[in-house]
């Protein structure tokens, strides 16, 4: 039943006041004065980050059936096309970031590749576009809702001199969130390779079997490339970790702790349930693998994580939580997204309210990254420091190709501990947000509209 | 939560074989079974029964859900928000398991997490 905004409003102050994480930084506005989107919107701190950015970058709605809505693990509708839009608005740039095998993007006669540059949808000019109606069928076409929808594509795949014209009908693609499982021969011995797109529970069985691979390939070192890992199930982070690392340095101790405000520093103040800190997970927590069985593991006393800006949450936190137990981490690439917090989304009258609840701690203690992990020769708005390389993204190359800049970088400061020269710009911190912007944003929902390409 | 996978599996086989143990008249057993030749009406219940099983919820599925395993998961969809961040990034709901069995001629999909069960009418499968 539908309450009076008021009542809503009042609602939310209380919700707030009791659950958000800053809820002291919040400045008490009359609920009388506000409708509830804006009121809502009031409701978070004003504070910055030490870069700058808002502390709070991740306070929202969503339609409570939308948000509700579920999908067979992986499946979303599209082409199997991952599209990063490096620029989304005149001059516009959208290439393609990855593939996913047996989709309509790689099927003949699309035969579409990592590093495809969209150049037309349907006619139009994607480049260029400025007028509504042309940014409606871009967004059309690029991001289908449904399976079905047939669109007509102009793209200039990497290395080519001219562009071709493909045609591809959408379809309810499934994911692989583990791709390119390799070995690579280097100086420093025998190194691992695997793509890890998506914390989604697929991956569990995805990953063991990636895992077991590697650990009868007998990998002395390991390169975890979670550059377009935007995070999932929390369980999936901690088999990783635990996979990476094996029981000597994980046993009894914290994956990652779950820290409320102050108000509720011993129970989960939504579940009632005393606050338990996550394991590195052992075994399988049955997502798609028997729980309880046991998980293959590399025992690295370190790793290479290849990170970007679309590297988030859960994804960052396996760099957490293999720090708070002393392995040693290596970041190469640019600056995670910066978000080691979570929340339970509360339905109230048709939406669903986001407010940040919580935050992830590791085994230290430590869960302050809201600028992101940043590799240690970053320059520009940086998160905390990590050794490492930053490397901007090469879409020349596909991924887990040794020559592929990110992958080259890491294999090289293995065997020498030196890194690629960072491109000389401007001034440092212009080169670092030019660096920065060059990392593109990464679509995979259907619920955009016309939000993504703008004019 | 995270046990209720193996423990329901294991509850719905002893209990399986405590009743076929006292029945006069033995339940046809039922095995792990994939879909065969899948139709678009037989893929419409399919997802029907899964939004009903889920309280209704929309659900998406691959054309070729339960074609080559008996066992579908299901998780949240993808989501952004307004400014396209990812929503799903620290995620500790646990998704929901189906299976599909053959029990006699009929196709049948069995929430594992709850045990509740759905025959297929406009289904066929065979055995995995």
């Given at each position: 039943?539908?309450?009076?905004?008021?009542?809503?409003?009042?609602?939310?102050?209380?919700?707030?006041?009791?659950?958000?994480?800053?809820?002291?930084?919040?400045?008490?506005?009359?609920?009388?004065?506000?409708?509830?989107?804006?009121?809502?919107?009031?409701?978070?701190?004003?504070?910055?980050?030490?870069?700058?950015?808002?502390?709070?970058?991740?306070?929202?709605?969503?339609?409570?059936?939308?948000?509700?809505?579920l999908s067979q693990s992986g499946v979303?509708?599209?082409?199997?096309?991952?599209?990063?839009?490096?620029?989304?608005?005149?001059?516009?740039?959208?290439?393609?970031?990855?593939?996913?095998?047996?989709?309509?993007?790689?099927?003949?006669?699309?035969?579409?590749?990592?590093?495809?540059?969209?150049?037309?949808?349907?006619?139009?000019?994607?480049?260029?576009?400025?007028?509504?109606?042309?940014?409606?069928?871009?967004?059309?076409?690029?991001?289908?809702?449904?399976s079905?929808?047939?669109?007509?594509?102009?793209?200039?795949?990497?290395?080519?001199?001219?562009?071709?014209?493909?045609?591809?009908?959408?379809a309810n693609v499934t994911?692989?969130?583990?791709?390119?499982?390799?070995?690579?021969?280097?100086?420093?011995?025998?190194?691992?390779?695997?793509?890890?797109?998506?914390?989604?529970?697929t991956?569990?069985?995805?990953?063991?079997?990636?895992?077991?691979?590697?650990?009868?390939?007998?990998?002395?070192?390991?390169?975890?490339?979670?550059?377009?890992?935007?995070?999932?199930?929390?369980?999936?982070?901690?088999?990783?970790?635990?996979?990476?690392?094996?029981?000597?340095?994980?046993?009894?101790?914290?994956?990652?702790?779950?820290?409320?405000?102050?108000?509720?520093?011993?129970?989960?103040?939504?579940?009632?349930?005393?606050?338990?800190?996550?394991?590195?997970?052992?075994?399988?927590?049955?997502?798609?693998?028997?729980?309880?069985?046991?998980?293959?593991?590399?025992?690295?006393?370190?790793?290479?994580?290849?990170?970007?800006?679309?590297?988030?949450?859960?994804?960052?936190?396996?760099?957490?939580?293999?720090?708070?137990?002393?392995?040693?981490?290596?970041?190469?690439?640019?600056?995670?997204?910066?978000?080691?917090?979570?929340?339970?989304?509360?339905?109230?009258?048709?939406?669903?309210?986001?407010?940040?609840?919580?935050?992830?701690?590791?085994?230290?203690?430590?869960?302050?990254?809201?600028?992101?992990?940043?590799?240690?020769?970053?320059?520009?708005?940086?998160?905390?420091?990590?050794?490492?390389?930053?490397?901007?993204?090469?879409?020349?190359?596909?991924?887990?190709?040794?020559?592929?800049?990110?992958?080259?970088?890491?294999?090289?400061?293995?065997?020498?501990?030196?890194?690629?020269?960072?491109?000389?710009?401007?001034?440092?911190?212009?080169?670092?947000?030019?660096?920065?912007?060059?990392?593109?944003?990464?679509?995979?929902?259907?619920?955009?509209?016309?939000?993504?390409?703008?004019? | 939560?995270?046990?209720?996978?193996?423990?329901?599996?294991?509850?719905?086989?002893?209990?399986?074989?405590?009743?076929?143990?006292?029945?006069?008249?033995?339940?046809?057993?039922?095995?792990?079974?994939i879909l065969t030749?899948p139709t678009?009406?037989s893929r419409a219940e399919l997802t029907?029964v899964l939004?009903?099983?889920?309280?209704?919820?929309?659900v998406t599925l691959a054309d070729d859900a339960l074609t080559g395993t008996d066992t579908l998961i299901l998780?949240?969809?993808?989501?952004?928000?307004?400014?396209?961040?990812?929503?799903?990034?620290?995620?500790?709901?646990?998704?929901?398991?189906f299976r599909l069995?053959?029990?006699?001629?009929?196709c049948?999909l069995?929430?594992?997490?709850?045990?509740?069960?759905?025959?297929l009418?406009?289904a066929?499968c065979?055995?995995?």
């Open positions: 039943m539908q309450g009076s905004t008021l009542t809503e409003n009042q609602f939310l102050r209380s919700w707030t006041n009791e659950l958000y994480l800053w809820y002291s930084e919040v400045p008490d506005q009359n609920p009388a004065s506000y409708s509830t989107p804006n009121y809502f919107n009031l409701l978070k701190t004003t504070a910055v980050t030490t870069s700058g950015k808002p502390k709070d970058r991740f306070h929202f709605t969503y339609s409570t059936a939308e948000w509700r809505a979303e509708a599209g082409y199997g096309a991952q599209f990063l839009v490096i620029s989304s608005s005149a001059p516009r740039k959208v290439v393609v970031a990855y593939t996913e095998p047996g989709s309509p993007a790689t099927e003949p006669p699309a035969n579409l590749a990592r590093g495809a540059q969209v150049l037309t949808v349907d006619g139009v000019d994607l480049v260029n576009a400025t007028d509504s109606a042309s940014i409606a069928k871009l967004n059309e076409g690029l991001f289908p809702s449904s079905g929808a047939s669109h007509t594509f102009s793209v200039l795949d990497a290395g080519a001199s001219a562009p071709r014209t493909i045609t591809m009908v959408s994911s692989s969130p583990v791709q390119n499982v390799g070995t690579i021969r280097t100086a420093a011995g025998t190194v691992g390779y695997l793509l890890f797109n998506d914390h989604i529970a991956a569990e069985q995805a990953l063991v079997d990636a895992f077991r691979r590697l650990s009868d390939a007998k990998v002395n070192d390991l390169v975890l490339d979670v550059r377009y890992n935007g995070g999932g199930y929390l369980d999936i982070a901690s088999e990783v970790a635990y996979m990476i690392a094996g029981p000597g340095p994980t046993a009894g101790r914290t994956f990652e702790k779950t820290v409320f405000s102050d108000k509720h520093t011993t129970r989960d103040p939504i579940t009632g349930q005393p606050i338990v800190p996550m394991p590195f997970h052992a075994t399988a927590q049955g997502l798609s693998v028997p729980e309880g069985q046991a998980l293959p593991t590399l025992n690295l006393p370190r790793v290479t994580i290849l990170t970007g800006a679309n590297t988030c949450s859960a994804s960052e936190a396996i760099i957490n939580g293999l720090q708070g137990v002393g392995i040693e981490v290596i970041q190469v690439g640019a600056t995670t997204c910066g978000k080691p917090y979570g929340f339970y989304p509360q339905d109230n009258c048709g939406t669903t309210y986001f407010s940040i609840q919580f935050k992830g701690a590791n085994e230290k203690g430590f869960g302050d990254y809201p600028d992101g992990f940043s590799p240690a020769n970053a320059t520009g708005s940086i998160g905390v420091p990590v050794p490492g390389c930053f490397v901007t993204d090469d879409f020349d190359h596909a991924l887990g190709d040794p020559a592929e800049a990110r992958l080259e970088a890491a294999l090289g400061y293995m065997v020498n501990g030196t890194c690629p020269v960072v491109p000389a710009g401007p001034s440092a911190v212009e080169a670092g947000e030019i660096q920065t912007r060059r990392e593109g944003t990464l679509h995979r929902s259907p619920w955009r509209e016309n939000r993504i390409l703008r004019r | 939560m995270n046990h209720v996978w193996r423990q329901t599996v294991a509850a719905s086989t002893a209990a399986a074989l405590f009743l076929a143990g006292c029945a006069q008249r033995k339940s046809p057993p039922e095995v792990p079974a030749n678009g009406q029907r939004s009903e099983a889920m309280n209704g919820v929309s998780g949240p969809a993808a989501r952004r928000d307004a400014k396209e961040m990812n929503l799903g990034g620290r995620e500790t709901r646990r998704p929901e398991h069995v053959k029990r006699g001629s009929q049948v069995v929430h594992v997490e709850t045990g509740r069960s759905w025959i009418a406009s066929t065979s055995p995995r």
